[in-house]
């Protein structure tokens, strides 16, 4: 059955501090992973990694992709009130069918 | 960012009567638009993969007949459930990709569908 699971559910932090969340997934016919930011509106699209190895980065927002051991993690530094959101794993598989994580309820306390 | 619209958010109909969603990229030009549904503890499952002018491709098991897609332009796709059932109760969701080679998909909010 192919999942995608994120860890941890929910995460409390307080401004300025560093945090890591992790997916990890087991999906056929892999296609790329993507990060997204729920907060009100749609899922914000952050990242997409489809190599091994290569991060992306945006801003204090930084992502990696282990294909060999099936996960991604999603780094933010010097974080801020407003990085408070749910954010979404997602692996896309070939044929354009998504399987997204439970996503992680990040709260940053000021 | 890419911005896609899903309209309405919410809506409750009677059995038997017809629900159209739509969806419109605000921001960029969306030749391909897809809708997808989700079912109970799983991820969203394509139903139609809809192209600016021409006709909606459906997935295998998903009744065209019923729920009818509308790509009338670069911006606006609509997903219409004709005939309602209880059964169609549901979360629809949209997405739009930049271009067709470009993997990064863009998601509407989502329609929560109740029929009753």
């Known amino acids: 059955e192919d999942k ?25 016919n892999f296609r790329s992973l993507l990060w997204y930011k729920q907060e009100k509106k749609a899922p914000t699209f952050l990242f997409m990694l489809t190599s091994s190895g290569i991060e992306k980065k945006s801003g204090r927002l930084s992502s990696i ?9 999603l780094n933010i530094t010097a974080t801020q009130t407003g990085d408070s959101a749910v954010y979404l794993c997602a692996v896309e598989a070939y044929g354009n069918q998504f399987y997204f994580g439970t996503g992680t309820s990040l709260t940053v306390i000021p | 960012g890419a911005v896609v619209s899903q309209h309405p958010s919410r809506v409750i109909c009677k059995s038997g009567t017809s629900v159209k969603i739509e969806c419109r990229s605000l921001d960029f030009q969306a030749t391909t638009m897809f809708w997808y549904r989700q079912f109970p503890k799983q991820s969203l499952m394509l139903m139609a993969t809809s192209n600016e002018g021409s006709k909606a491709t459906y997935e295998q098991g998903v009744e065209k007949d019923k729920f009818l897609i509308n790509h009338a332009s670069l911006t606006l796709s609509t997903l ?37």
């Not at chain 1, 992709?65 to 993690?73: Q, T, V």
């Not at chain 2, 998909?105 to 009753?116: D, I, K, M, N, S």
């Open chain 1, 4 to 28: 995608v699971v994120q860890s941890p559910l929910s995460l409390v932090v307080h401004e300025g501090d560093t945090v890591t969340l992790n997916c990890s997934y087991e999906v056929t």
């Open chain 1, 65 to 73: 992709l282990d294909k060999k051991e099936l996960f991604s993690i």
């Open chain 2, 80 to 116: 219409t459930v004709t005939s309602a059932h209880p059964e169609d109760s549901s979360f629809y969701i949209c997405s739009a990709r930049l271009g067709q080679a470009d993997a990064k998909a863009f998601f509407g909010q989502g329609t929560r569908l109740t029929v009753v």
